[in-house]
């Protein structure tokens, strides 16, 4: 079974920076369009930053300028650069991805989510 496994959450400082990473565990043959939500309690899953497969991005105004998105297509794991951190980044933050799998010769593609990251920047 495919999973999605992430890392790099933590503390930081205002001001600071962080970078969280996802990979996949088990068998897979590609990535297709991954992102990055973040959620904090009582509100809504929101869009933070989205990669396709050919490298086009798409960042929510808030982040734009201060975070990256990029990926590994050969090692499937894409990650997000985080700069310039202020508190109201403070979220639990997702990796999603669309995953294709080749399953006797056909191509099958899932979406999946990761556990979820804390990220805390105090104010």
């Known amino acids: 079974q495919v999973q999605l496994v992430e890392s790099g959450g933590g503390l930081v400082q205002p001001g600071g920076s962080l970078r969280l990473s996802c990979a996949a565990s088990?068998?897979?043959?590609?990535?297709?369009?991954t992102g990055w939500y973040r959620q904090v309690p009582g509100k809504q899953r929101e869009l933070v930053a989205a990669i396709t497969s050919g490298g086009n991005t798409n960042y929510a105004d808030s982040v734009k300028g201060r975070f990256t998105i990029s990926r590994d297509n050969p090692k499937n794991t894409v990650s997000l650069q985080m700069n310039s951190l202020k508190p109201e980044d403070t979220a639990v933050y997702y990796c999603?991805?669309?995953?294709?799998?080749?399953?006797?010769?056909?191509?099958?593609?899932?979406?999946?989510w990761g556990q979820g990251t804390q990220v805390t920047v105090p104010s």
């Open positions: 999603n991805a669309d995953i294709i799998q080749q399953i006797v010769g056909v191509k099958i593609k899932t979406n999946h």
């Open positions: 088990g068998t897979i043959f590609s990535f297709d369009t």
